[in-house]
C-alpha cells in the first residue's frame, strides 16, 4: 500500500519537474536579448559565505557530480541554445575531476563562479525582459504568466543548482550525488527549494529541450502541481524573489544561523536518495549505497561504499535552521516569533504532525490518528497498556501524569482495576495478542467504569496524547540526524523510569522497539 | 443497658447477691478494681467465672482483645461489645468471613484498632468491609501482608479517621494503592511503609501532598529519589522521618533541598550509603530543631560530618552504628555537640581511647552509651565513662574485651543509675559483680559468655539487685546452682533468664526459679542435669511463662510436657529439640491453646503418626520447625491442611549433633 503511495508522489514529483517545458516557446525568442550584463546586489552576498564555508568539502561533493558530465554536456549542446555555457560546463567538469584528486583548487571555483555570473546575468535580463512587456502580459493568458514564472524559476534553480554543488552540499543527506538525468534533476531538487524561499518547482535550463516533447503530457497535469506550488502572481514573482533574497541576507550576521525552508513536496516526498541507474528512491544514503552494489563492481568499492564526508562533518559549519513552508505557522520564518526547526527530520515531523491529515488510525483503539507512522507505532506500543486511571475517569498514558492530576484535584484518586480485570491485563501482558488485546482491555475498562467516562477518558487520552508529541523539547533534542530512530526516543517517553523491573513484559520492551524501527526504514 | 442487666441479675438472684459483698460496691469502683488485674489473662478469667454478675461486669470492662481463634470471633466480640482494641497476632488465619464478622458485630462501629500484622489469608474485600463499616478505625496494622495488592489499599482508603497505618513488607502494593490511601485517610498521623517495595517518587510524594497531619513517616527500603523528598519536608508537623536504606538518596538531592522542615525531631538515614557529609550538611542546616539522628552504617564519621552537627543545638542522640569512626571526628563530636544524651557507637571501627576519652569527658549529660563490639577500647575508656557520666542508665559493652577485669569495679563504684548493663563476653569477674551489685535500680544484667564469673559474685547481685528483670548468663559456664537460687531468691521480679549452656544448672535451680512469679522466659538449652521435676515445679509456679527452651536438656521427657500442658497455658513458643520427649508428650501440648510456635528437631522417640496427630491438634500453631526428612513422609494434604491454617514449616536438615563432642568443642573455644 506504502508503496504504491511513493511511486505516485514519485511520479508527482518528476512530473513538477517537466512542467517548465512548455515554457521552452517563449525563452528561445528572448534569449537574443540577454545583452544587459549587470550584477545584482544580492546575489553574490549569499553566494560568497556558503562558498568560503564550505570550499574545503568541494573536491569529494564534486567527484558525486563528475559521475553525469557526459550525459549534461550532450544535453547542452543538443540544446544548441549556449554552446558556450556547454564548454563552460564541460570545463567545470574537467576541474571537478582534478579537484577529486586534489581536494581543492582555487582556479576551478574561479571557473565556477565566472560561469554562475554568466548564468545570472541571462536571468537577469531575462527579468528585465518581462519588466519591460509587463502590460502586454498582463493581456495574456494566464497559462502564458504562468509559463513565464516557470521559466524563471528553472533558470534560478539551475543557477542555485549550480552554486550549491560549487559550494558543495549543505545536507549530509545531500552529500552524495545521482547520476542519471531523471535522478540527478530530483536530486537537484532537493538542495535547491532548501534553498529557494516561496520559489516555484523548476527545471534546468538543460532539460528543457530533452522534455519539449512531452509537453502535451505536462499540460495535462499542471494542475495538481500547481495546486502544492505558491501560486504567485506572474508579475511579482522576480520583486518577491528579491525580497527573500534580501530577507535571507539580512538574516545571516556571521556567526548567526542560516535559515532553509523545504518546499512541501520535499517534505512529503517519501524518498530523498535515488538510484541513478534505476531510479528506486531510498530513505537513507546508506540503503542506496548497499543498494548500488548490485549495479555493478565499480560501487563496491570501499570509496564507493564509505560514508560521505565523515572526517569533514565535525568540522566548523555555519549553523543551519529551518523553516515550515506553511505561512502563519510559528515555524515559519515570516511569524512574528519565529522558532526555527533544527534539523529536516524536525521539519518533516512539524509539518506532517501540524498541517497534515492524520491518516494513520491505531488499530487497536480505532480512536488516535497519527501523521507519522513513527508516532502511531510509538502509540501502538502502549495502546491498551499502561492505562492509568483517575477515578474521574481521566486517563493517562504516564503514570506521573496521573499522579499530578491527583495532588492538583481535591477528592480525585488513583483508580484500580478490579482483581478480574487485573488478572486478565497480566495474561494478556503476557501473551502479546494484538487483535483480541484492544477489545478485551476496553471491556475491563468499562467494567470499571460507565461508559460516559469511558468516552470522556478517551478525549482525555488524545489531548494528553497530542500534548506529549507537541512537546518540541523531545524532538528539538540534539539527536544526530543519522542515528535518529525511534528508540531514542522512545526511551524518552519511557513513563516509569526506573520502576520497568517491576512491570511485567518490559523486558522485550527494547527488542521489539528495535525491530520496529527497523522496519521503518526500509 | 449495663446497669439494667445487673439489676435483672439482682431480681433473678436476689438470694445469692444478698451475701454478695461486692453488691455495695458500684460498678465504676469494680472497673478500677479490673484496671489492676492487668497482667495475667487468667486473672481476669478467673473474675469472670466468680458469678454472672461479675461475668458481664468484666465483659463489660473489657477493651482489647487477643483472641487466639477467629472461629469464636462473633461469640467474643458479643461478649465483650466494648472492645474498641482488637490484637488478631495469634490468629494466623484471618479469612475475609472473618473481617466480616468483626465488621458485622456490636462493637465494630466502635473499634479503634486492629492489628493483621501476623495474619494472613484476607483479601481487599474483608479490609473493604472493614473500613466502610469500622467507621471509628483509626489504627490498622497489616504489616507482613505480602499478598496485599492495590485493591486492598484501595479498600483500605475506605477508612476516612485511619491516623495511624503500618504496611511493612508490603510488597505488591505500589504507587497506585498508597495513592488511594493518601487520598481517601487524609488523618493519618503515622504511616510505617518499610520494605513496600513497589512504592516509589510518586506514591510517596502523594502521600506527602495529601495527609498534611503526617508525624510520623518510615520510607526504609523505598526505592525513593529526591523528587519525593521537597513535598515532605513541606509537611508541617512530621516529626520522625526514617529513610534507613533509601539509596537512591544522594548528595546530589539533598543539596538542592531549600526549605527545611521545622517539626522534624527524629531522623534515620542510616545505611544511605549514597549521602556523604556534604549530604547530611545540607539536610541538617534546614532542620534545626532536630533531637535525633542515627546515621547508622553510612559514611564514615569524620570531623566535617561532625562539624555539620554543630547546628543541632537540640540534639540529644546520635546513632552511629556500624560506621568507621575517625580520631577527629570523635573528637569533634565530643567539642560540638551541647548535651549529648545517647551515643551510639555499636560496631564501630577505629574507636580509640584517646577520642572517646576525649568524648566522654566532654559529654557529661549521657545516659545511655552502647560501645558493643569497640575492641580497641581499654580500661582508660572506662575509666573515663565512669567518672564523667556518672548519670549513665544504659551501658552496653559487649566485647569490650581490653578491658581488664580490676576496670569493672569502677561502674558499680561510680555509675549508680544504672538500669542496664552489658557486660557480654567481657573479662569481668565476681570482684566487678560485687560492685555492680551496688547499682540497685538494674534491671536488665547481660553476662553472657563472661567465663571469670562465678556463682559468688552472681550472689551478690541477686542481694542487692531486686529490681533485676532480665538475666543473662549464657555460656557462662561458671554459673551453677547456688548463683542463679541466690538471684530466685533476691530478685522476685525476674521475668527472663537464660541459662542455657550453664551446665551445672539443676533441678534446685528451677525449683527456685519457681518462686519468679513473672517469669515469662526461660531458656536453659543444653544444662544437661534438669529434669522434668524440676520443669514442673517451673510450670506450677510460672504462670505467665510464655517462652520456653528446652533443647538438649536430654532428661526432660513426657511427664515435663504433660505439666507444661496442665500449667502453662500462655506458653507460645517451645523448643523441644533433642530432648527424650515422645509422641505422648508431644500430643499432651495441644491442650495449650496458646501453642504458636514449635522446635521440634531430633526428637528419638517422636514417629510419625505421633508427630501428625499433634500437629493436627494444636490448632494455633503459626511455625513449626522440623527436621526436613519429615517433608517427604507426611502426608501431603495434611501438610496442605496445615498450611491453610496458617501453619509455616521450617525445613532444616542439620545432622545429629551429639551434645559431648559438643561440650568438649566449647570448652576448647572459651578455656
Known amino acids: ?207 528543457i529541450s530533452e522534455s519539449h516533447g512531452m509537453g502535451p503530457n505536462v499540460a495535462n497535469q499542471v494542475e495538481p502541481t500547481g495546486d502544492t506550488a505558491p501560486s ?129 488510525i491505531c488499530s487497536r483503539c480505532n480512536t488516535k490518528k497519527f501523521s507519522v507512522i513513527a508516532d502511531l507505532k510509538t502509540h501502538e506500543k502502549h495502546c491498551g497498556k499502561d492505562k492509568w486511571l483517575c477515578s474521574c475517569g481521566t486517563t493517562f498514558s504516564r503514570k506521573d501524569k496521573l499522579f499530578g492530576h491527583i495532588a492538583l484535584f481535591q477528592g480525585h484518586t488513583p483508580a484500580i482495576p478490579l482483581e478480574e480485570s487485573r488478572g486478565v491485563e497480566g495474561l494478556l501482558e503476557q501473551g502479546e495478542t ?31 496524547m497530542k500534548g506529549s508529541i507537541d512537546d518540541p523539547s523531545s524532538y528539538l533534542s540534539p539527536i544526530n540526524y543519522d542515528s535518529f530512530n525511534e528508540f531514542s526516543r522512545a526511551a524518552f517517553d519511557d513513563p516509569d523510569g526506573g520502576f520497568s523491573f517491576l512491570i511485567p513484559g518490559s523486558c522485550n520492551y527494547g527488542q521489539k522497539n528495535g525491530g520496529q524501527s527497523c522496519y521503518s526504514d526500509l | 443497658m449495663k446497669k439494667q442487666k445487673t439489676a435483672d441479675f439482682g431480681q433473678e438472684h436476689s438470694r445469692e447477691l444478698h451475701h454478695n459483698l461486692f453488691e455495695t460496691l458500684s460498678e465504676e469502683i469494680i472497673f478500677t478494681i479490673l484496671d489492676f488485674l492487668g497482667d495475667n489473662p487468667l486473672d481476669k478469667k478467673s473474675f469472670s467465672l466468680v458469678c454472672k454478675c461479675f461475668y458481664s461486669i468484666e465483659a463489660s470492662h473489657r477493651r482489647a482483645l487477643r483472641p487466639l481463634r477467629t472461629e469464636h470471633l462473633p461469640k467474643i466480640l458479643s461478649r465483650y461489645p466494648n472492645t474498641v482494641r482488637l490484637d488478631l497476632t495469634l490468629c494466623p488465619r484471618v479469612t475475609d468471613t472473618s473481617l466480616a464478622a468483626i465488621s458485622s458485630s456490636s462493637c465494630g462501629p466502635s473499634l479503634r484498632s486492629i492489628d493483621l500484622s501476623r495474619s494472613r489469608f484476607f483479601t481487599a474485600g474483608g479490609l473493604s468491609r472493614l473500613a466502610s463499616e469500622c467507621v471509628n478505625l483509626t489504627e490498622i496494622d497489616l504489616s507482613n501482608a505480602t499478598g496485599l495488592r492495590d485493591p486492598g489499599a484501595a479498600a483500605l482508603a475506605g477508612a476516612r479517621n485511619l491516623e495511624r497505618l503500618w504496611l511493612g513488607r508490603c510488597k505488591l502494593i505500589t504507587d497506585m494503592g498508597i495513592g488511594c490511601i493518601a487520598v481517601g485517610c ?40 529526591n523528587k519525593c523528598l521537597p513535598s515532605i519536608l513541606k509537611l508541617p508537623y512530621l516529626e520522625d522521618l526514617v529513610l534507613e536504606g533509601c539509596f537512591g538518596i ?176 567481657n573479662e569481668v569477674d565476681d570482684e566487678g559483680l560485687k560492685s555492680i551489685g551496688r547499682c540497685s535500680r538494674l534491671t536488665v544484667l547481660k553476662l553472657g559468655i563472661c567465663l571469670n564469673i562465678t556463682n559468688e559474685g552472681l550472689s551478690h547481685i541477686g542481694r542487692s539487685c531486686s ?70 515445679m517451673i510450670t506450677i509456679g510460672c504462670k505467665q511463662l510464655t517462652k520456653l527452651d528446652l533443647k538438649k536438656c536430654n532428661k526432660i521427657d513426657d511427664a515435663g510436657m504433660i505439666s507444661l500442658a496442665h500449667f502453662s497455658q500462655n506458653l507460645r513458643h517451645i523448643n523441644l529439640s533433642y530432648t527424650s520427649v515422645t509422641d505422648l508428650g508431644l500430643l499432651s501440648l495441644a491442650s495449650i491453646s496458646c501453642l504458636q510456635s514449635m522446635t521440634i528437631l531430633h526428637l528419638k522417640g517422636l514417629t510419625l503418626s505421633g ?25 501431603q494434604t495434611l501438610l496442605e491442611h496445615l498450611q491453610a491454617r496458617g501453619c509455616v514449616f521450617h525445613w532444616r536438615n542439620k545432622p545429629f549433633q551429639v551434645k559431648k563432642l559438643k561440650v568438649k568443642k566449647i570448652t576448647q573455644v572459651y578455656r
Not at chain 1, 286 to 312: C, F, I, S, V, W
Not at chain 1, 342 to 350: A, D, G, P, R
Not at chain 2, 506 to 511: A, E, I, K, P, S
Open chain 1, 1 to 207: 500500500m506504502e508503496d504504491l503511495k511513493m511511486d505516485d508522489e514519485e511520479a508527482l514529483c518528476a512530473e513538477t519537474w517537466l512542467r517548465p517545458s512548455s515554457g521552452n516557446s517563449i525563452r528561445q525568442p528572448n534569449q537574443p536579448s540577454f545583452t544587459n550584463f549587470t550584477l545584482s546586489n544580492d546575489q553574490p552576498e549569499w553566494e560568497d559565505p556558503s562558498l568560503l564555508d564550505y570550499g574545503v568539502r568541494i573536491g569529494t561533493s564534486f567527484s558525486k557530480y563528475s559521475f553525469a558530465p557526459d550525459q549534461d554536456g550532450q544535453s547542452l549542446q543538443s540544446n544548441n541554445s549556449n554552446s558556450k555555457r556547454g564548454e563552460v560546463n564541460q570545463q567545470i567538469n574537467e576541474v571537478l575531476k582534478i579537484g577529486k584528486a586534489q581536494d581543492w583548487d582555487p582556479r576551478a571555483m574561479l571557473n565556477n563562479l565566472s560561469f554562475l555570473e554568466q548564468k545570472i546575468h541571462q536571468l537577469q535580463d531575462l527579468v528585465h525582459l518581462i519588466v519591460s512587456r509587463k502590460d502586454q502580459i498582463l493581456q495574456q493568458s494566464d497559462e502564458l504568466a504562468m509559463q513565464q514564472q516557470q521559466l524563471i524559476t528553472a533558470d534560478l534553480t539551475s543557477i542555485i543548482v549550480q552554486l550549491i554543488s560549487t559550494a558543495g552540499s549543505l545536507l549530509p543527506s545531500v552529500k552524495h550525488n545521482l547520476t542519471g538525468p531523471t535522478a540527478m534533476a530530483i536530486g537537484k531538487h532537493r538542495h535547491i527549494s532548501e534553498i529557494l524561499c516561496n520559489s516555484g518547482l523548476g527545471l534546468d535550463a538543460t532539460n
Open chain 1, 232 to 360: 504567485h502572481h506572474p508579475l511579482d514573482e522576480p520583486e518577491l524573489k528579491e525580497e527573500d533574497d534580501a530577507d535571507e541576507g539580512e538574516n545571516l550576521p556571521p556567526g548567526s544561523y542560516e535559515i532553509l525552508q523545504l518546499e512541501k513536496e520535499e517534505i512529503l516526498a517519501p524518498h530523498t536518495h535515488f538510484c541513478t541507474i534505476c531510479g528506486k528512491g531510498f530513505k537513507r544514503d546508506a540503503n542506496l549505497r548497499m543498494h548500488m552494489r548490485g549495479h555493478g563492481d565499480e560501487y563496491k568499492t570501499p570509496e564507493a561504499l564509505a560514508k560521505p564526508n565523515k572526517g569533514n562533518s565535525s568540522e566548523a559549519m555555519l549553523l543551519k535552521r529551518y523553516s515550515c513552508p506553511f505561512a502563519g505557522c510559528k515555524r515559519n520564518k515570516d511569524h512574528k516569533k519565529f522558532q526555527p526547526l533544527k534539523t529536516i527530520l524536525c521539519v518533516k515531523n512539524h509539518y506532517k504532525r501540524t498541517h497534515c491529515d492524520k491518516s494513520y
Open chain 1, 434 to 464: 494484538t487483535g483480541g488485546e484492544k477489545n478485551r482491555i476496553d471491556q475491563s475498562i468499562n467494567f470499571s467504569f460507565n461508559t460516559e467516562s469511558h468516552n470522556g477518558s478517551r478525549v482525555q487520552n488524545i489531548m494528553d
Open chain 2, 186 to 225: 487524609r488523618r493519618l498521623k503515622l504511616l510505617s511503609l518499610k520494605w513496600c517495595l513497589g512504592v516509589g517518587d510518586l506514591g510517596v510524594g502523594l502521600v506527602a501532598v495529601k495527609c498534611c497531619e503526617l508525624r510520623t513517616l518510615d520510607l526504609s527500603y523505598l526505592p525513593i529519589s
Open chain 2, 250 to 425: 544522594d548528595d546530589d538531592s539533598l543539596s538542592t533541598l531549600k526549605h527545611g522542615c521545622k517539626s522534624l525531631k527524629a531522623l534515620d538515614i542510616s545505611s544511605c550509603q549514597n549521602i556523604s557529609h556534604l549530604g547530611l550538611s545540607s539536610i541538617v542546616s534546614s532542620i534545626e530543631g532536630l533531637q535525633q539522628l542515627t546515621l547508622a552504617h553510612g559514611s564514615p564519621v569524620t570531623a566535617p560530618l561532625a562539624a555539620s552537627l554543630k547546628k543541632l543545638v537540640m540534639l540529644h542522640s546520635i546513632k552511629l552504628d556500624g560506621c568507621s569512626v575517625t580520631c577527629s571526628g570523635l573528637k569533634a563530636i565530643g567539642s560540638y555537640c551541647v548535651s549529648l544524651g545517647e551515643l551510639s557507637l555499636s560496631k564501630c571501627s577505629g574507636v580509640t581511647d584517646e577520642a572517646f576519652s576525649f568524648l566522654v569527658t566532654r559529654q557529661k549529660q549521657l545516659k545511655k552509651l552502647d560501645i558493643t563490639c569497640c575492641r580497641q577500647i581499654t580500661d582508660i575508656s572506662l575509666a573515663h565513662i565512669t567518672s564523667s557520666c556518672t548519670g549513665l542508665t544504659s551501658l552496653k559493652m559487649e566485647s569490650c574485651s581490653q578491658v581488664l577485669k580490676e576496670a569493672f569495679v569502677l561502674i558499680g563504684q561510680r555509675c549508680h543509675f544504672l538500669e542496664e548493663l552489658d557486660l557480654t563476653d
Open chain 2, 467 to 536: 529490681k533485676l528483670v532480665e538475666l543473662d548468663l549464657y555460656r557462662s559456664s561458671g554459673i551453677a546452682e547456688s548463683g542463679i537460687v541466690a538471684i530466685a531468691q533476691g530478685c522476685p521480679s525476674l521475668e527472663m533468664i537464660n541459662t542455657s549452656y550453664c551446665y551445672g544448672i539443676t533441678d534446685n535451680v528451677l525449683v527456685s526459679l519457681s518462686k519468679c512469679t513473672k517469669l515469662h522466659t526461660l531458656e536453659c538449652r543444653a544444662c544437661p542435669h534438669i529434669t522434668s521435676l524440676g520443669l514442673a
Open chain 2, 611 to 635: 508427630l501428625a496427630a499433634a500437629l493436627l491438634a494444636c490448632g494455633g500453631l503459626a511455625k513449626v520447625k522440623l527436621h526436613a526428612s519429615f517433608k517427604s513422609y507426611l502426608p
